[in-house]
């Protein structure tokens, strides 16, 4: 995610992610690829990285055109069916998606505790990371899933991640900030501060 924002292109790969999502969740692959169809260009599929853009594209539907509303409701339905009929195969993809992304960020804290400077170059994947965790973490609450250790591996990253930011205003496209509660997303409203 940047400044830079298109409804279009997050529409497209919310179905074409969609689209994939069956054959996904049954496969071994934790990311996965989408290429070709509506799609132009290949993407990373991942469970978490679809229920971002689905949820945020619920949230600003009101922006959207008719066609692209059309679109976001197929990939609504691809989605709720692979949750429904693979319910198991979803569950496990989300825990281990999300515990791969947090494992992911110790790099990140890895780089910025060896020098502070290196923190701002490459905070925008982390805040991506950390925003589809939440996502994982919002679906795994509506599924009733608990998952101790991936709760406290989340209070450890945020604890660390504290650490090197300091409020800032949003990190993403102002288009997109009414889907992002700064309660529930405050890491896009920090980043490490500039020396």
């Known amino acids: 995610m940047s400044k830079n924002y298109s409804f279009e292109h997050d529409i497209k790969e919310a179905l074409a992610m969609?689209?994939?999502l069956g054959e996904y969740v049954r496969g071994q692959r934790l990311?996965?690829?989408v290429r070709g169809g509506?799609?132009?260009?290949a993407s990373s599929l991942t469970a978490?990285?679809?229920?971002m853009r689905l949820r945020r594209l619920h949230h600003l539907r009101e922006s959207l055109k008719d066609f692209q509303v059309k679109n976001l409701d197929k990939a609504l339905d691809y989605?709720?069916?692979v949750r429904d009929e693979w319910t198991l195969h979803y569950q496990g993809k989300l825990q281990q998606e999300a515990h791969s992304r947090l494992d992911a960020m110790r790099t990140f804290f890895y780089e910025c505790?060896?020098?502070i400077q290196n923190c701002i170059g490459i905070y925008k994947p982390e805040i991506l990371r950390r925003t589809i965790v939440q996502e994982i973490l919002f679906e795994l609450e509506a599924l009733e899933v608990q998952d101790s250790e991936l709760d406290i591996k989340v209070k450890g990253t945020d604890s660390r991640l504290r650490h090197y930011v300091e409020p800032a205003n949003f990190q993403w496209s102002e288009e997109i900030q009414p889907?992002?509660?700064?309660d529930d997303f405050w890491?896009?409203?920090h980043c490490p501060p500039k020396l």
Do not use: K, P, T
């Not at 978490?48 to 229920?51: D, M, N, P, S, V």
């Open 179 to 182: 889907a992002y509660d700064e």
């Open 18 to 20: 969609a689209e994939a």
């Open 38 to 41: 509506r799609f132009s260009g």
């Open 31 to 33: 990311y996965g690829v």
């Open 187 to 189: 890491w896009l409203y």
């Open 79 to 81: 989605y709720e069916a």
């Open 48 to 51: 978490g990285a679809l229920l």
């Open 113 to 115: 505790g060896d020098n």
